[in-house]
């Protein structure tokens, strides 16, 4: 058996290569699970915020800027959830208001909640698949979301160094 390492002798005892640092060169952990930690209501937007503006790892920001637009929109549906149904309760309470416009008024706080709950739900499911997608070096866009930190950094000095 030959000694020389050049020897293409495939029983050498030469170290093999593993490719975990290589691999993580490319692509890292928190790139990964940027998804997962995002989907935590509120804190998702806050970390994702945090992880897009101060990482220097491409992956990582491509990831983080991903799971902000998706948080983003989440939160937000949250929120018009929130203030029209409470806000037209107290519209509601304070002013009698006739039976038809009150209906007219209740449809679009009726499709904004049911909107929300909607979003709620493919905020467990597009969080895991963009994570499985980033497990593979894929930075997977979630569908129908606009690009909204592309944009604010585009305009201020949101994602700058």
Known sequence: MSTNPSSTDSSSTAPSRQPGPE????????????????????????????LYRFSSHEFTRANARIALNWQTLVTSAWIVAFVGLFGLSE???QVAL??????????????AVIATFVLTWLNILFPVVGMGKAVFG???EYPMVPDLVRLV???TRFGSE
């Not at 691999?23 to 994702?48: K, M, N, Q, T, Y």
């Open 23 to 50: 691999l993580l060169a490319e692509r890292s952990i928190l790139g990964i699970f940027v998804h997962l930690v995002g989907a935590i209501p509120l804190w998702g937007i806050l970390l994702s915020g945090l």
């Open 91 to 93: 519209l509601t309470d």
């Open 98 to 111: 006739p039976g038809a416009l009150e209906t007219v008024l209740s449809l679009p706080v009726l499709a």
């Open 138 to 140: 894929d930075a997977w």
């Open 153 to 155: 950094s585009a305009r």
